[in-house]
């Protein structure tokens, strides 16, 4: 198959032929109709992520068709049209019991801890568990990002977040994960001030439903302080940097609540949280990470009944061949860009 490689972190990123994957018992590999380019990607590459073993593959979030079907699975057969959370969990581990596949102990995530989507075919892990069907009014290229992006920001804003109507949310950095909150925590009802030191990435958070914009180069905190009289109720950092993490914790109200979405790897220095302001306002920090499959359905209900809608967010659709250029400058262009033709 051809794929997306590179063999040393921050080295070329060259698409080659490279033997096919089989599927692993309980696991399935997916023709890849689409696999969209994430920051996470852009991770792995520069060597953030002990997981990876070069030569690789990045890419993980796809959508495509089951191509072949390994022993023991039993839901899904060849030509299924599916997407997957990122995080392919286990299904027997104690988190996994307790339905939080999401910090499986035992999980695997393709484009880390084996070769990803930005290729011809993807093998993926405990099919039964993790695969979701991708109704047929939804197109693949659109699915891609349920796969990480857009349900990473759904799982941060409804579940984590717990937005409720009426209330400020501020997003941190307007890429692709950063946009998607931006239009769920709008159409949960809430007040979305963006941030973001892009003009072009506040033009689309507003198109996507931010009521106000503020410049990421100025004094964040204090902005959104005055803007929501008082500070904002919910705020995420979804871009995933030291000072978007402070920003973000220092722009809540007392009983705030700080949804971490972004990855903070600690080669890229770690973020002072302000922990006086924790105790004494009561903040609440927490962490989202992904989504489990079976509370995919809830989030693809609101999609196909139209009070949700990725469409807009997919703004540019790429051949393998430039996905290595779009993988380098990730974030250089707003909204998330998908390889669709292979
Ligand atoms: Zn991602
Ligand atoms: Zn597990």
């Known amino acids: 198959m051809r794929a997306l490689v590179f063999d040393s972190f921050g080295g070329p990123l060259d698409v080659r032929e490279v033997p096919d994957p089989g599927p692993r018992p309980g696991g399935v590999v997916v023709r890849v109709a689409a696999s969209g380019i994430c920051r996470s990607d852009w991770h792995a590459w520069q060597g953030h992520d002990s997981d990876v073993v070069l030569p690789h593959v990045p890419g993980h979030e796809l959508a495509g068709t089951v ?70 009014e939804l197109d693949l290229a659109t699915a891609a990002a349920l796969g990480c992006r857009y349900a990473t920001a759904f799982r941060a804003v409804v579940q984590v977040g717990r937005v409720r109507a009426g209330e400020w949310v501020a997003v941190h950095g307007c890429g692709g994960v950063g946009l998607s909150a931006v239009q769920i925590a ?15 990435a506040l033009d689309l958070a507003r198109t ?25 109720h919910v705020s995420l950092d979804a871009r995933g940097a030291a000072v978007t993490c402070e920003n973000s914790v220092r722009s809540l109200r007392p009983r705030g609540r700080h949804v971490q979405v972004g990855l903070l790897p600690p ?7 302000p922990m006086e302001r924790v105790i004494a306002a009561e903040l609440q920090v927490l962490g989202s990470h992904g989504m489990a499959a079976h509370a995919y359905p809830e989030l693809l209900g609101l999609i196909t009944a139209g009070r949700l809608d990725p469409r807009p967010l997919v703004t540019r659709e790429l051949a393998l061949a430039d996905a290595g250029a779009a993988l380098a400058e990730v974030g250089r262009r707003p909204g998330i860009a998908v390889v669709t033709s292979f």
């Open 186 to 200: 709008a159409a949960a009802g809430a007040r979305v001030v963006a941030v973001d030191v892009s003009a072009a």
């Open 267 to 273: 080669e890229l220095g770690r973020p002072s949280v």
């Open 67 to 136: 191509a072949a079907v390994g022993e023991g699975v039993t839901r899904w057969r060849a030509g299924d049209r599916v997407t997957v959370p990122f995080v392919n969990a286990c299904g027997t581990c104690a988190q996994c019991a307790a339905g939080e596949h999401q910090v499986c102990s035992r999980q695997t995530q393709p484009g880390f801890t084996h070769w990803g989507s930005l290729a011809e075919f993807v093998a993926l892990d405990a099919a039964d568990v993790n695969l979701v069907a991708v109704p047929e």
């Open 208 to 232: 996507l439903g931010a009521e106000v914009t503020v410049d990421g180069g100025t004094d964040v905190p204090a902005a959104i302080t005055e803007l929501t009289r008082g500070g904002a």
